[in-house]
Nanobody, 117 residues
Framework: QVQLVESGGGLVQAGGSLSLSCAASGSILSFSTMVWYRQAPGKQREAVAVTTSGGITNYADSVKGRFTISRDTNNNMVYLRMNSLKPEDTAVYYC???????????WGQGTQVTVSS
């Protein structure tokens, strides 16, 4: 089973940038959708960015124009570039691989992003 490991989280001031990485232990070719989720304290987990195997991307309204998701299938990596960060972006960010006809959905362990005002 593929495993996902996120990295790149940390503490940043409002207006700053961070880049998150999601490394898969195996091929992500069979997963039609790679998703970055986040969960802030006391809130439900929400999807913030999606990329499909067909190259389609979609974003939550709250991050549109500030976040960019990308997928490197050759190297089994998914990235999330976050610009113009706001305190409300503070959350644990998770990478997920979904939509495989052969495997269950896979989640990473999460990486903390904290944006100070």
């Amino acid at each position: 089973q593929v495993q996902l490991v996120e990295s790149g989280g940390g503490l940043v001031q409002a207006g700053g940038s961070l880049s998150l990485s999601c490394a898969a232990s195996g091929s992500i070719l069979s997963f039609s959708t790679m998703v970055w989720y986040r969960q802030a304290p006391g809130k439900q987990r929400e999807a913030v960015a999606v990329t499909t195997s067909g190259g389609i991307t979609n974003y939550a309204d709250s991050v549109k124009g500030r976040f960019t998701i990308s997928r490197d299938t050759n190297n089994n990596m998914v990235y999330l570039r976050m610009n113009s960060l706001k305190p409300e972006d503070t959350a644990v960010y998770y990478c997920a691989a979904q939509g495989s006809p052969w495997y269950e959905d896979v989640w990473g362990q999460g990486t903390q992003v904290t944006v100070s005002s």
